[in-house]
């Protein structure tokens, strides 16, 4: 059974940092691309970043800078690095493999950052 999950996800005050982690089980995406997405209360999800098979990150505007996407493909993971987090980063992240149809999307992880 293929299963995307993500973890890492939790409450921090404005200006913490957050890392987090999505991991496969039952299937490897090192040769996909992954994306972050996020949805806040009451909003349509976004793109947050997204990486490359071969490592080139893409991220939302206003998002480079503070957060950091990277992969490692021999441990089937992907990571998102958060820092100086600010109350509207509130939001439940979903990690998604490009190409993997309907598995594409873990059950997401809840970041809440507090003011």
């Known amino acids: 059974q293929v299963q995307v999950v993500e973890s890492g996800g939790g409450l921090v005050q404005a200006g913490g940092s957050l890392k987090l982690s999505c991991a496969a089980s039952?299937?490897?995406?090192?040769?996909?691309?992954i994306g972050w997405y996020r949805q806040g209360p009451g909003q349509q999800r976004e793109m947050v970043a997204t990486i490359s098979a071969g490592g080139r990150t893409n991220y939302a505007d206003g998002l480079k800078g503070r957060f950091t996407i990277s992969r490692d493909n021999a441990n089937n993971r992907v990571y998102l690095q958060m820092n100086s987090l600010k109350p509207e980063d509130t939001a439940v992240y979903y990690c998604?493999?490009?190409?993997?149809?309907?598995?594409?999307w873990g059950q997401g992880t809840q970041v809440t950052v507090s003011s």
């Open positions: 998604y493999v490009i190409g993997w149809g309907k598995d594409s």
């Open positions: 039952g299937r490897t995406f090192s040769f996909n691309a």
